[in-house]
């Protein structure tokens, strides 16, 4: 009763219309059913049937709609969002998750579609003939979330980015569900995942240093060797979805006659560099991610320069691994320019032991750490503030791929998705564990 709206005049008095009253009391009851529903979750990775819709574009939305798409693709994402209850507008008049209900109404918007009886035994164009999309239809509720929940796309008419508006989806139902989260335990504190292993800098460590020793985050490891290092990591509440997706890079500064310092930071994109000629493939990428770096300009307390290094390892892989392909590159000048090359990705990738962190290689077994492609977001064009996303989608009941591009829908075979292409080019892979198909 303490927190039912009320007055100035005492928590007892309701000055304010029944109506407000009551629907506060009902959205305070559906968010308690939903936190509930989300604790006992247990994610479901099995791959659905489902029949394809395109989605309409009316303004510069291809970068959602390409984003939407490889999210239904998602099983474990779709399963998620279908165990959560469909509320209408009269049991909910207002919400404080809208980004959840949007997302629960999206995943029910697409039905499932029979495996054809020959789809197990043949491929191609007959199975294709089986595969018929349903209506397109406009994803309005998903668009008007730019402006209901702060963010720097909401611009309509600009060409924006499928990575940043992933990282916005899935920040936005991390700390939604935290919301809820905290219904059942208040004390949880939350935090943003990053999209990357490059959003703490060295300087970063620097300010941890002078927090002092001691702290509720930071404990002492020892590795190989006997070497020890001091280990850092921000608290961090799971939810949902970091069970899909999160997973966490170690960052280790290491300094002439000085303890190593670690780390942990969690990720929802694992972000790769592909700038050096040297980067033709995705396990080229990923090499040169943890691969040691000198760190230049860094200085001590006392304003003493000293020589230091940093390396960045896999410290925990997501059953749903999206690597981010860094087309987009910033010039000192201020511009932004596209980096147009092929690099060759596989539809099975493997993470090899010399990217995990040494604590783990023996943890994390091969089927844990072995993936399988099931969609592709495309950047079409050669500039890095225009051009077109579509997205490939692998379909388990045709069990094949479909090219989606907005409303249209078409078979393709798996070649045309890693074959290279001057008019597209890759730009986020979506890969799911092969141990959890």
């Given at each position: 009763?303490?927190?039912?709206?009320?007055?100035?005049?005492?928590?007892?008095?309701?000055?304010?219309?029944?109506?407000?009253?009551?629907?506060?009391?009902?959205?305070?009851?559906?968010?308690?059913?939903?936190?509930?529903?989300?604790?006992?979750?247990?994610?479901?990775?099995?791959?659905?049937?489902?029949?394809?819709?395109?989605?309409?574009?009316?303004?510069?939305?291809?970068?959602?709609?390409?984003?939407?798409?490889?999210?239904?693709?998602?099983p474990p994402m779709y399963h998620l969002m279908k165990s959560i209850p469909v509320y209408s507008k009269s049991q909910r008049p207002c919400t404080s998750t809208p980004m959840i209900d949007s997302f629960v109404r999206l995943m029910n918007e697409f039905t499932n579609m029979p495996v054809p009886p020959k789809a197990k035994q043949a491929l191609g164009d007959k199975i294709a003939r089986d595969i018929r999309p349903g209506a397109a239809f406009e994803p309005t509720y998903i668009y008007r979330l730019l402006t209901v929940i702060k963010s720097s796309l909401s611009e309509k008419g600009r060409q924006e980015d499928a990575e940043e508006y992933l990282g916005f989806i899935l920040n936005g139902l991390h700390e939604e569900m935290l919301t809820l989260k905290k219904l059942l335990s208040p004390h949880n504190e939350k935090i943003c995942v990053s999209n990357g292993p490059e959003t703490q800098s060295?300087?970063?460590?620097?300010?941890?240093?002078?927090?002092?020793?001691?702290?509720?985050?930071?404990?002492?490891?020892?590795?190989?060797?006997?070497?020890?290092?001091?280990?850092?990591?921000?608290?961090?509440?799971?939810?949902?979805?970091?069970?899909?997706?999160?997973?966490?890079?170690?960052?280790?500064?290491?300094?002439?006659?000085?303890?190593?310092?670690?780390?942990?930071?969690?990720?929802?994109?694992?972000?790769?560099?592909?700038?050096?000629?040297?980067?033709?493939?995705?396990?080229?990428?990923?090499?040169?991610?943890?691969?040691?770096?000198?760190?230049?300009?860094?200085?001590?307390?006392?304003?003493?320069?000293?020589?230091?290094?940093?390396?960045?390892?896999?410290?925990?892989?997501?059953?749903?691994?999206?690597?981010?392909?860094?087309?987009?590159?910033?010039?000192?000048?201020?511009?932004?320019?596209?980096?147009?090359?092929?690099?060759?990705?596989?539809?099975?990738?493997?993470?090899?032991?010399?990217l995990l962190s040494p604590g783990v290689k023996s943890k994390i077994f091969k089927g844990q750490r072995t993936y399988r492609l099931f969609a592709v977001v495309y950047h079409h064009g050669n500039s890095a503030t225009g051009g077109h996303y579509t997205t490939d989608v692998f379909q388990i009941g045709l069990n094949g791929w479909l090219r989606i591009d907005d409303q249209a829908v078409k078979v393709i075979n798996q070649y045309q998705v890693v074959k290279p292409s001057a008019e597209r080019t890759a730009y986020l892979l979506y890969y799911r564990r092969v141990d959890l198909l």
């Amino acid at each position: 009763i303490r927190n039912i709206p009320s007055s100035s005049q005492g928590p007892f008095c309701f000055p304010l219309p029944l109506k407000i009253i009551v629907n506060w009391i009902v959205k305070s009851f559906n968010c308690l059913v939903v936190s509930k529903l989300l604790e006992n979750v247990k994610l479901i990775h099995k791959p659905v049937s489902l029949q394809p819709r395109g989605l309409i574009n009316k303004g510069n939305w291809c970068y959602i709609n390409a984003t939407l798409q490889a999210l239904v693709a998602c099983p474990p994402m779709y399963h998620l969002m279908k165990s959560i209850p469909v509320y209408s507008k009269s049991q909910r008049p207002c919400t404080s998750t809208p980004m959840i209900d949007s997302f629960v109404r999206l995943m029910n918007e697409f039905t499932n579609m029979p495996v054809p009886p020959k789809a197990k035994q043949a491929l191609g164009d007959k199975i294709a003939r089986d595969i018929r999309p349903g209506a397109a239809f406009e994803p309005t509720y998903i668009y008007r979330l730019l402006t209901v929940i702060k963010s720097s796309l909401s611009e309509k008419g600009r060409q924006e980015d499928a990575e940043e508006y992933l990282g916005f989806i899935l920040n936005g139902l991390h700390e939604e569900m935290l919301t809820l989260k905290k219904l059942l335990s208040p004390h949880n504190e939350k935090i943003c995942v990053s999209n990357g292993p490059e959003t703490q800098s060295v300087n970063e460590e620097e300010d941890q240093d002078e927090q002092g020793e001691g702290s509720e985050d930071e404990w002492e490891q020892v590795g190989p060797r006997n070497k020890s290092s001091v280990t850092r990591q921000a608290d961090f509440v799971q939810t949902s979805i970091t069970d899909i997706f999160g997973g966490h890079i170690r960052s280790v500064v290491y300094q002439q006659s000085s303890k190593e310092s670690a780390t942990l930071q969690p990720f929802f994109t694992l972000q790769l560099d592909i700038q050096s000629d040297k980067i033709r493939t995705v396990q080229d990428a990923l090499e040169s991610l943890v691969a040691r770096e000198s760190v230049q300009g860094y200085t001590t307390k006392t304003k003493q320069e000293v020589e230091i290094s940093r390396r960045v390892t896999l410290e925990e892989l997501p059953p749903v691994l999206v690597l981010h392909l860094k087309r987009f590159v910033y010039e000192k000048t201020g511009g932004c320019q596209k980096l147009i090359k092929n690099i060759e990705y596989p539809v099975d990738l493997e993470i090899s032991k010399e990217l995990l962190s040494p604590g783990v290689k023996s943890k994390i077994f091969k089927g844990q750490r072995t993936y399988r492609l099931f969609a592709v977001v495309y950047h079409h064009g050669n500039s890095a503030t225009g051009g077109h996303y579509t997205t490939d989608v692998f379909q388990i009941g045709l069990n094949g791929w479909l090219r989606i591009d907005d409303q249209a829908v078409k078979v393709i075979n798996q070649y045309q998705v890693v074959k290279p292409s001057a008019e597209r080019t890759a730009y986020l892979l979506y890969y799911r564990r092969v141990d959890l198909l």
